[in-house]
């Protein structure tokens, strides 16, 4: 709470105290007991977020809490009107507040959103909350969509599409697999920010039926996923390698806008192949040092915490072996209402005055509005101790009763800021709220707080003294503070005592007495230290201990930071622990703690435990700490120190290490100081001004530094004048009337002597005047109000104590703050230099006019319309920014034809000035784009028409359209050009006088005054005359029949360049196979089944696929082929390969074949009457083999299976027996091999037809049959 304090100044430290009294918040408390009735207007202690999204599942709780005496009551309104609670009995109030619970079990959460405000009254004035808007949730359900299967190139670049339903809050989006397993990404595939997924160019192993984008609503955690997407990657036309461009942001410029504080997101995606590798950098300036990332594979760059400064232009780069791209993202940044200082509440006394100051940024600047009650001010009585200035509420000579709560708002386009601070007229005597004799203890040379806290109206003035002193403590050791505290840095047993805190007003005084007591600090004098004993010896830890004899003292020992374990064999006296009848659990780390009520002090040390050794190991270990310290040759700001070094435990000491400490001004902070060759034990040492040194030393061996030795005797060195002046000293404005002069305090070492203060001086620079100056202590800047805008200043700070002053400081320049340039350049002038390049010249403005530090000028330009589209919008302006010493510069990118507007403004580092009259132009013509469509229609014998739109971009008046046509003959070799001249108005052209079943392409391209633009091509066909086409387009058509396949030859005088063989078995229903045989008239086919026939024909086929001639079906029947194999999975095959070789044997051979399976060979018809079950067939009981089968036809069984002579396959034979996969029907294979359908063999048909083979087609002729 802000204060305005009237009185006249006393000593130092009561100005001190009183102004500090001025700018702190005074609470007003409402502790009951204390202050009994204290009346307080409502304040708003609780409430809901301005953006309040519910649970449709759940009830609504919109909180509103406040504090005020008496209790305020509460009341709402719901958009905008006064919401009466009592008429809905689903909505209820909480006892004694404000805060609002809708049940609505039975109800639709929707019916309650809106804009709900709640209000705080009592009779000292009103407070109110935000506007709180209360909305339900959603996660829709993605809409139903039938997804056609994505076919795609190798090597091209893919965009995935997720476009989720719009939720409430928007949901999260990822890709997942139908197993909810992430796809993968890296830096060819990757999700972008709007949740689509890119590909910058596409792989083989892209191709799945799987890509399922997930949508996760947060609010009410949810899931909802789009159909999943197919992609089929072919590489029968892969695209080559190329350079990097953009798939999003399109273009070479973009524009991105960002509001101060959040997080802004750049994005680049680039396709290309090979991959493209991405980076980014800031234009003039380098990117924010510890606010940026990078993310999604360097293609994303998000800075956090964003501030005005983040806005200029970031470039992406994309690049790869091929060449590279770029991409400029020009960023803006805009910034909702936020405080620089929020009005805060007043306690004022009757007829006094006050100010409440409602400070907030914004880009666009906000808006600021104030109420008093919820009422606008200006719809409030007219009050003439109040007025408005903007952002200022000035209260001056308030009366009793005039308390109220000020609502202060602002806004601008990207939200909105309300405050409520209270101005409570009160007169009220003083009253110290400490309680009254308390007692303060604290450890010597630690700091004291004595508390006097107080409440008063006006604010009373705090003093304090000591004992019966009449003098107020406000200096040097004390220290008063704001809030009635007094401070003792570092206390000594001399300020022990009783003390007594005043607080005064006009209406009264109250006092209050405290007593302080500083006592002797705990401190170890003798240390336990490292122990080495025998085992089953005696250990024994001294630890010897100085306290205050007013504390009780603790005494504890810890091992290893643990309590010791419960044994009679540890025994603890008043300074030392004894082990006895040790043993290797007893080693560790013992500690010695003394604790009093005030502070502690401790120390460690090791116990080891070894065994009984004739001959003790030499053992090395850190020297003893030095002692004897003493302090000789004692002068003014040096000393000699002297020590005797400790035992060096076999280790030579290789140094010492001189520390101090200060007590005055850092207590029990060991620094150090200087370092001493191990040989010597003297040092002479140079000592500053006003400072209490305690000296210590260390020893170093190789093993490590000793403890350190006992501290010095104290040497108080005599204050002195400073030796140095503040460093880092600067001047800036931050309003354009005042100047801040800062710098860098000094430390306490640096002071030289107490009451150290700066002397601030300064004045204007080349101006004759005397310098002024000023006097501060305890802070590190001053602020010079009143100044000129923008003017230089010298500046000097000097520091000085109660002894003197510093050296004499040097002179600085500073700068007094900026405004708003006033004018705008003069002279603008703009010139068109062809149609896409303008010009522009401009006066500079005056140096007094810019106001503050010349920065540059800004170009704002913008496209009204073009010249020849009357209806067309203005578009956005853009901004272009020149340097502070330009007077030209050039537009680029303009579009041709078309009329321009443009300012000029200048611009400093407070912002922009005003903009210049505002100048057009016009850009002449340019050349056209190419026709916005063009197509080919209405086919006929001898003519084509053609249909075309003008360009998008004309560019300036179409004087003609220039149309070029040519044959294209089956070997895409071009004919003669013809070419024709049309008016601009032409959209429809029918050529005619050409050649039947010809192929033309047709060149069309629009031309200006400026010449022709781009072209765009389009090619069409005439139509065959049908009485000629079967007699022109094949002629006889011829085949042979070998052991390679069918040979079928051919005569085709056609021009489509689209022919084919086709064939299929002979009274078969599937679909024909089709071989493209372009450019050749011969084609073999392979692959024919023996023994079947085939019907064969010969196809032209235009560029729709459609068939344009066709011969007649040719019927070839291919022979069958004599067995080349016998199947080696038989016994009997074996046996009369046996007979060959051996006559003897093969008697032998026929007695045991005779005896083993009595007949041998037997027909399948006989085998299949045996064993009705084809899923048995007859094993060999030695080795587990299939009888023996005769085979009359060229089929060789599937590799890795055994195929029994029926024709079927049985499961247990082979893992890959595709009969699993059957449904029925005949096993067929696509073309591309992939399966259709179960095959079996036919066993009824076969048996019905004969035994002409026992073998059934298998997966292998099933496929040969499609080569």
Known sequence: MNRKWKGASCDGAMVLLLLGH???????????????????????????????????????????????????????????????????????MKPSSGTLVIDISGEKAEAYEGVYQCTARNEHGTAVSNDIVIRQSRSPLWSKERIEPVVVQLGVSLILQCRPPAGLPPPIIFWMDPFFQRLPQNARVSQALNGDLYFSNVQ????????????????????????????????????????????????????????????????????GLPTPDMSWNKEKGDLPSGRFSFHNFQKTLRVTEVTEADSGDYRCTAKNSQGLAHHVITVMVKAAPYWVGAPRNLILAPRESGILTCHVGGNPKPTITWSVNGVPIENTPKDPSRKVEDDTVILSDVQTGSSAVYQCNASNEFGYLLANAFVNVLAEPPRVLTPPNKLYQVIANNPALLDCAFFGSPIPKITWYKDQQTSILNSDPYVLHINGTLEIHAAQPLHSGKYTCVATNYLASKENHVRLEVKEPTRILKQPEYNVVQRNSKAVFECKVKHDPTLTPIMSWLKDNEELPDNERFVIESESLT?????????????????????????????????????????????????????????????????????????????????????????????????????????????????????????????GF???????????????????????????????????????????????????????????????????TETVANTSQFVVSDTPTFSAYEIKVQAENDYGTGPTPEVVVGYSGEDLPSAAPDSVQVEALNDTLAEVRWEPVHLSAVRGRLQGYKLYYWRERSLHKEDSQPEEAQVLVFGENK????????????????????????????????????????????????????????????????????????????????????????????????????????????????????????????????????????????????????????????????????????????????????????????????GTQTYLIKGLKPGTSYRVRVVAKDHLDQTIHSTDELVITVPAMPSRQLDIATQGWFIGLMCAIALLILVLLIVCFIKRNKGGKYPVKEKEDAHQDPEIQPMKE??????????????????????????????????????????????????????????????????????????????????????
């Open 887 to 1078: 007077t030209d510069g050039r537009l680029p990118g303009l579009h041709p034809y078309s009329l321009y507007s443009l300012d000029m403004r200048v611009f400093n580092g407070k912002g922009e000035g005003p903009p210049s009259a505002r100048q057009q132009f016009e850009t002449p013509e340019g050349v056209p784009g190419q026709p916005a469509s063009f197509r080919v229609t209405e086919p006929s014998l001898d003519s084509l028409t053609l249909v075309w739109t003008p360009p998008e971009e004309e560019n300036g008046r179409l004087t003609l359209y220039t149309l070029r046509y040519q044959p294209v003959n089956t070997t895409s070799e071009l004919g003669p050009m013809e070419e024709i001249i049309l008016s601009p108005n032409e959209t429809v052209l029918t050529v005619s006088n050409l050649k039947y079943s010809t192929r033309y392409k047709f060149y069309l391209s629009a031309s200006t005054v400026k010449g022709s633009g781009p072209t765009v091509t389009e090619e069409g066909v005439t139509i065959m005359d049908e009485v000629r086409s079967n007699l022109l387009a094949f002629g006889s058509v011829n085949s042979s029949v070998g052991e390679n396949g069918a040979v079928i030859s051919w005569e085709y005088w056609g021009v489509n360049k689209n022919v084919y063989v086709e064939y299929n078995a002979e009274n078969s229903k599937e679909a024909w196979i089709k071989k493209l045989v372009n």
């Open 706 to 772: 000793s403890d350190p030795s006992l501290p010095s005797k104290q040497y108080r060195t005599n204050p002195a004048k400073p030796d140095e002046n503040p460093s880092e000293v600067e001047g800036f404005g931050i309003k354009p009337n005042n100047l801040v002069i800062s710098w860098k305090e000094l430390n306490g070492l640096q002071s030289n002597g107490p009451g150290l203060q700066y002397k601030v001086s300064w004045k204007q620079k080349d101006v004759d005047q005397e310098w002024i």
């Open 579 to 703: 082990i006895s009848h040790v043993t290797e659990a007893d080693e560790g780390t013992y500690t010695c703690i003394m604790n009093t009520t005030l502070d502690q002090d401790s120390a460690s040390a090791v116990l080891t435990v070894v065994e009984a050794t004739p001959t003790p190991p030499i053992i090395y270990e850190q020297p003893d700490p030095p002692t004897d310290l003493e302090l000789t040759d004692q002068r003014e700001r040096s000393v000699q120190l002297t020590w005797t070094p400790g035992d060096e435990h076999n280790s030579p000491i290789q140094k010492f290490l001189v520390q101090y400490e200060d007590s005055l001004h850092q207590e029990e902070a060991w620094v150090n100081m200087t370092e001493v060759p191990g040989t010597k034990t003297t040092v002479h040492l140079d000592l500053s001004p006003y400072v209490y040194y305690s000296f210590r030393v260390l020893a170093l061996n190789d093993v």
């Open 22 to 92: 001025m700018t702190t918040a005074l609470e007003v408390p409402l502790d009951s007991k204390v202050l009994e009735g204290l009346p307080q207007p409502p304040t708003i202690t609780l409430q809901s977020p301005k953006d309040y999204i519910i649970d449709p599942r759940e009830n609504i709780v919109i909180n509103c809490e406040a504090k005020g005496k008496p209790h305020p009551s509460f009341s709402w309104t719901r958009n905008g009107s006064h919401f009466d609670l009592d008429k809905d009995p689903k909505v209820t």
């Open 204 to 271: 083989m192993e892209d191709t799945r039926s799987d890509y399922i984008c997930y949508a996760r609503f947060p609010h009410t955690q949810t899931i909802q996923q789009k159909q999943p997407i197919t992609v089929k990657v072919l590489d029968n036309s892969p695209a080559g390698q190329r350079r990097p461009s953009f798939m999003t942001p399109k273009g070479t410029n973009s524009v991105a806008t960002v509001l101060r504080g959040e997080t802004l997101e750049l994005e680049c995606i680039a396709d």
């Open 1182 to 1267: 030695d080795d587990g083999t299939f009888g023996e089968y005769s085979d009359t036809e060229d089929h060789k069984p599937l590799k890795g299976s055994r195929t029994p002579s029926n024709g079927t396959v049985k499961k247990d034979d082979s893992d890959d027996s595709l009969v699993d996969y059957g449904e029925g029907g005949d096993g067929q294979f696509n073309e591309d091999g992939s399966f259709i359908g179960q095959y079996s063999g036919k066993k009824e048909k076969d048996t019905a037809e004969g035994n002409e083979s026992s073998e059934a087609p298998s997966p292998v002729n099933a496929m040969n049959s499609f080569v």
